[in-house]
């Protein structure tokens, strides 16, 4: 099976601690480990880092391979510029099957967040791996059961069980449900018909090239024209040429939302898997208890509760007094404090920097 993953987000949600130049997937913020290089230790010994691949952009190339010199050159799969993920998804799979790994298991996974119990994945992986073997024609979505009641995320509604393979069992798919109410979360994380989406799912290259030419001809075309001159010596002239031509738009909207319910599955997964995806995410990870501070560097919280606390200047005191359920972030060149309840604003903010003549802070 191939294993794609895809590193070319800012991660924006995390600024200012991730920048354009060095987003949060690459910064070494759990044990002295970035979560990229915390998946592909786990990865590479399972599946050779010859059936590795990530999709980054120009501006993250060099520095991943930099960090990872054992991953193959060709296996760096570079967008000339950001498309969003409805081109890059099909960039990568037109790469694979002009490799000749069309009819191959891939399995789609993202860098940015954290598998507690990698041998429960590998178990989920392989079972994802063995039913698209035998159905190539599907592709099979794999949720995480919940553990607690998270309103930051996406969901997965499953169907009755059509099947178990190594001990996993297969499930169709209802519904997608993103970032539900309080309530909603509440009434689901115990019973037994909801799971965590993690984003993660396997099929195969042609499978998902054929929902591209079924669902929006305009880009698959495009993604045709890159294909021919893959491998060839016009690659990079035809490449500059078409992508940054394609439409700007996620790949749920060209693919997944398009897709036939009956070409849907769901493997119910429990791997420990957890998406620190904003800032006040990554202190509910970190915590002990949700009262808890979490700080990192100098900084003295006096009768203040429940926040992130991170000073990255080490020649400053960060301080707060009473502040309860605040991220307060200190680098060298940029200050945030936000109320916990304000930090989806985070990008809309940054989308304005470029207006304002603040793109240097991105």
């Not at 309530?183 to 019973?191: G, K, Q, R, S």
């Not at 738009?249 to 398009?258: A, M, P, Y």
């Amino acid at each position: 099976m191939k294993i794609v993953f895809f590193a070319g987000g800012p991660g924006t949600r995390f600024w200012p601690i991730s920048r354009k130049s060095m987003p949060k997937q690459l910064i070494p913020m759990f044990d002295g480990k970035s979560t990229m290089k915390m998946h592909l230790d786990n990865m590479f010994p399972k599946y050779g880092w010859n059936n590795i691949f990530i999709t980054t952009t120009e501006t993250l190339a060099t520095r991943i391979k930099q960090e990872f010199p054992e991953l193959p050159l060709m296996n760096l799969i570079t967008e000339p510029e950001r498309r969003d993920l409805g081109p890059a998804v099909g960039l990568t799979m037109m790469k694979l099957s002009r490799m000749g790994a069309g009819k191959e298991p891939v399995a789609i996974l993202w860098t940015d967040n954290f598998i507690g119990k990698p041998d429960n994945f590998f178990q989920s992986m392989m079972a994802g791996e063995r039913f698209i073997l035998q159905d190539p024609d599907k592709i099979i979505f794999i949720g995480e059961k919940p553990q607690f009641p998270n309103e930051n995320l996406g969901w997965i509604e499953i169907g009755d069980k059509i099947d178990t393979i190594e001990g996993q069992s297969i499930h169709g798919r209802q519904e997608f449900v993103y970032r539900p109410k309080k309530e909603l979360a509440e009434a689901w994380v115990n019973d037994g018909k909801h799971l965590w989406n993690t984003g993660y799912f396997i099929t195969t290259p042609d499978f998902i090239l054929g929902e591209y030419e079924r669902q929006n001809k305009g880009m698959y075309e495009q993604l045709v024209e890159i294909g021919k001159a893959m491998h060839t010596g016009k690659e990079n002239e035809v490449m500059q040429k078409i992508y940054p031509q394609m439409e700007s738009i996620s790949f749920d909207n060209v693919v997944l939302e398009g897709l036939s319910p009956k070409h849907t599955l769901v493997l119910a997964g429990d791997f420990g898997w957890s998406d620190p995806g904003t800032l006040y995410a990554l202190k509910q990870f970190l915590q002990k208890d949700p009262q808890d501070n979490v700080t990192k560097g100098n900084v003295y919280p006096y009768k203040s509760e429940d926040c992130l606390l991170y000073n990255y200047n080490n020649d400053q005191l960060l301080s707060t007094i009473g502040l309860e359920g605040f991220v307060v972030v200190n680098t060298k060149d940029a200050i945030l404090v936000t109320h916990k309840d304000n930090i989806r604003l985070i990008g809309d903010m940054l989308k304005e920097f470029d207006a304002s003549g603040l793109d240097r802070y991105l």
